[in-house]
Each structure stands twice: as C-alpha cells, then as structure tokens.
Nanobody
Framework: QVQLVESGGGLVQAGGSLALTCAAAGRTFSSYAMGWFRQAPGKEREFVAAITWNGKSTYYKDSVKGRFTISRDNAKNTVYLRMNSLKPEDTAVYYC??????????????????WGQGTQVTVSS
C-alpha cells in the first residue's frame, strides 16, 4: 500500500496555471505507474493523465493534451501535474493514484490501487 498526499490546488482565473504535487510513501513508488484523475460535482471521476514507472511514457485525456504535463521524480517519490491555460471546465477535485503495475494499462479508476485525498482546483471565468 502507498500513502498519497496531493497539494497545489487553488483558485485561478481562466488562462492561468497551477502545479499539483503528489507525495508518496509506502510501497516502492518507482515500480508503479501513477495517474491523475479529477471529479467535478455531480460527475464521475475521470482520467486526466498517467505516467509509466520510469517516466518515459505519458498519457492524457484528449481535452488536456497540450495544456497539462505529468512528470515524476522517483528520487523524491513525487509525481507532478503542471496545468496551463486552465479553463472553467477544468474545475474539479484532483486526485493522484498509484497503478497496479509499472505500465499504464487502464485509464479507469479501477486500474489504480491507492488514492490521495484530493485537492480542489477552481478556475473562474
């Protein structure tokens, strides 16, 4: 099991940027893929981005491609989500999650084992 703690959320105007951080503790962080998901009020939790264990492959939801960047630092047991050109529709609680293996095989929540508590991102128009 891995414990995950997100930080970096907040309120930003449309067009602005935020950088989310997810710090991990517990099982070997560097062995597992990591993902970011988000959940808006009244909506299901949805995939945003994922990264393989070694950081060499990344995956994104179509609507965030070119605006969001996922990265990781295995020496620091940390995964990041840089969000640029934010839009009001990006407003949600953002969660990081650890995968079941080192590769990304699933973009649904069921493909991830451990979850953080979430951090709120609010984009005003």
């Amino acid at each position: 099991q891995v414990q995950l703690v997100e930080s970096g959320g907040g309120l930003v105007q449309a067009g602005g940027s935020l950088a989310l951080t997810c710090a991990a503790a517990g099982r070997t962080f560097s062995s597992y893929a990591m993902g970011w998901f988000r959940q808006a009020p009244g909506k299901e939790r949805e995939f945003v981005a994922a990264i393989t264990w070694n950081g060499k492959s990344t995956y994104y939801k179509d609507s965030v491609k070119g605006r969001f960047t996922i990265s990781r630092d295995n020496a620091k047991n940390t995964v990041y989500l840089r969000m640029n050109s934010l839009k009001p529709e990006d407003t949600a609680v953002y969660y990081c999650a650890s995968g079941r293996s080192g590769i990304v095989t699933d973009r649904t929540p069921s493909g991830y084992v451990d979850w953080g508590q979430g951090t709120q991102v609010t984009v005003s128009s």
